[in-house]
């Protein structure tokens, strides 16, 4: 079984990439860093290298495997079928776990914009984020890919802005920047390391546009361009808008800011501007939610053609929308969003945020060291790209902690079954 007609065109993968690496998390960031001064801008140099790296490499890989699944499918091309599967697994899981914590974040973004009263009318906004994006999905990739481009162009565009004139006005009048070592006690090594694991979550996602491959024109072409224009534009905004909103907004009041953008444009044109970059977080929030949707449909479809996943989940409409996936992802998500809201908010949130960390980072591991694997005629060059976003891959995993990696391996885990009862089918097919 195929995914049906190949829908999606260049500017719409690109926007894909860009618009699933800056999400809301952006908008947050700036906050995150301050403590750390101008040395958070080594943990912006070692992340832009590693995920440049790593575009390389899934650049790469879809030109080799052009297919619907992306990690998956290179994984399983390189290491079989039992690899192939707890990828897919754990991507699929991580997506749907994301997107809970999206739709959260967009109802804590539309909060800003139209305040409401309690935590059920953020829950209503947050399910109606969900299905609205289910919905356009269900609709068909063709208008996914409106969403996406659109919601790409209105999140940076606000951006682009703010990285212009503030870069204009720090030359006319240059402010106070922050020291390299905020705090005397910390060495600049441990800053970097710190903030690069701060850093590396701005640009997760840029593996988009292979997992959408089968959806595509001109595959072969057009997934590792999209993959490698894309990862630049989001790498190059994100530092930009990060650096300007630091030099811009004292250290003291960014590091409490809940909007450090806002804060940053209001310097620049007065409060009422700042309310266009709280409608562009509730934009960015949404687009990524879009481009995310998306991606829980395409690996749960490619995994389930290859026999690997239950067949409901290769079915695809007539417009070739895999809307079982899709369904079964969104209801997941959905209940995960109400347990949010429940008294354990905090806990299941951050249970949420670790199982899609750890479940996002490991095909990149797999996924450099199966370029090594399946490149026949490796050049010096092609190695090294490999060897480099192997080890950065492996050290972000391991950076992530303890408990990110126990939650990894209990995720793995629990798809075991999943792996066996499958394999226990597909051999009971396979003798009748």
Known sequence: MSIAPRQLGFWTAVALVVGNMIGSGLFLLPAALAPYGSGSLLGWAISGVGAVLLALVFARLGLMLPQTGGPYVFARAAFGDATGFLVAWGYWIAVWCGNAAIAIAFAGAMQKLLPYPSPRAALVIALAAI??????NLRGVTMAGR???VSTVLKLAPLAVL???GTLSYSLAPTDVPP???DPSMPLWQIAQQTAALTLWAFLGLESATI??????DPARTVPIATLLGTAIAVIVTVAACVVAMVLVPAATLAQSGAPFVDAASRLW???TGLMFAAAAAIAAFGTLNGWVLMQGQIALATAQDGLFPRAFAVIDARGTPWFGLLTGSVLASLLVMANFNAQLVQVFTFATLLSTAATLVPYVLCAAA????????SAGITLVCVLALVYSLWALWGTGAQTLAWGG????CGLPVYIAMRLRRRAVAHT
């Open 371 to 378: 370029l090594l694997r399946l490149t026949t005629r490796r």
């Open 131 to 136: 299905w609205t994006c289910t919905a356009f």
């Open 410 to 413: 209990v995720l793995f885990a």
């Open 163 to 165: 990285i212009v004139f």
């Open 270 to 272: 007065g409060e009422r």
């Open 147 to 149: 969403v996406q481009l």
């Open 180 to 182: 390299l070592q905020p």
């Open 212 to 217: 959408a491959a089968g959806a595509m024109r």
